[in-house]
């Protein structure tokens, strides 16, 4: 399929989606509330620890803030995005129904990444753009700021589905493994604050390992002139690899998939 085929596909998948998630708007008032709940706890956390003096080394409280609206942001892509598509890779290994997946004219990394989509985490995308631009005036940034927090932000994006979807595939070896991508979102948490305010161990962990720090707080220095070339190099770089290799393993995977019909 060309890439315009692909396009007019996934418009007609979004519209669908829509279409039948608006008629249970009041998940959306619950959404709302529940984003609210949620971001006041982030930011009593952060409260907490400015209150007592202590400070994330080299970041002042508007300059955290940047951080926390950059995850509040990531947390609302993914449970726009990834949450109602790729938790369910699962189930369709579990159920069998992926058969059907593959047997679709369209790539199957595609169609399970993109069928369908959620409103129910625009609150958060909303909100986390709200404190961006907040902390952003507080600390004196101009548009063009902003606009280079983009690309970090998007590779950011792109690393965690990737990261996402290579754990939802392998599900084809083990069909019951619904905690692992819950495990991967409690990891992400540390994202809300500095990387900086964690201890040595922590840092490299979160950066080599599971990389939150090219998640929220290279964007965040990135917006604010404090990024070095290298770090955005690097964020492109993982961003590329990762999606590579989910789309590698992803074929890989499909060796060892056993038809139900089979």
Do not use: C
Request: charged residues 10%; hydrophobic residues 55%.
């Amino acid at each position: 399929m060309s890439l315009a085929q692909y396009v007019r596909v996934l418009k007609l998948f979004w519209q669908v989606t829509i279409a039948a998630e608006l008629e249970y708007r009041v998940n959306f008032v619950i959404a709302v509330i529940s984003s609210i709940g949620g971001l006041a706890g982030s930011l009593f956390g952060l409260f907490l620890f400015y209150r007592t003096d202590y400070t994330f080394p080299g970041w002042l409280w508007s300059e955290a803030l940047v951080v926390l609206g950059i995850f509040t942001i990531l947390q609302g892509v993914a449970a726009t995005f990834l949450v109602p598509n790729l938790n369910k890779i699962v189930s369709y290994v579990q159920e069998g129904t992926l058969d059907f997946v593959l047997l679709k004219p369209v790539s199957s990394q595609f169609w399970l990444s993109t069928h369908t989509v959620s409103l129910w985490g625009l609150p958060d995308l909303i909100f986390g753009l709200v404190i961006v631009f907040y902390a952003g005036r507080q600390v004196g940034l101009s548009a063009l700021d902003y606009l280079a927090m983009l690309p970090p932000l998007g590779f950011g994006i792109l690393s965690l589905y990737s990261l996402w979807f290579i754990l939802g595939a392998t599900s084809i070896w083990f069909v019951k493994i619904y905690n692992v991508t819950e495990v991967l979102r409690s990891l992400l948490e540390a994202g809300r604050f500095p990387i900086e305010g964690y201890p040595a161990a922590y840092r490299v962990f979160f950066t080599f390992i599971i990389p939150v720090a090219f998640l929220t707080t290279v964007p965040a220095k990135t917006m604010m002139g404090r990024s070095e070339p290298t770090w955005l190099l690097g964020s492109a770089l993982l961003a590329l690899i990762l999606f590579q290799f989910s789309r590698w393993f992803w074929r890989f995977a499909l060796r060892f998939y056993t038809s139900a019909s089979s």
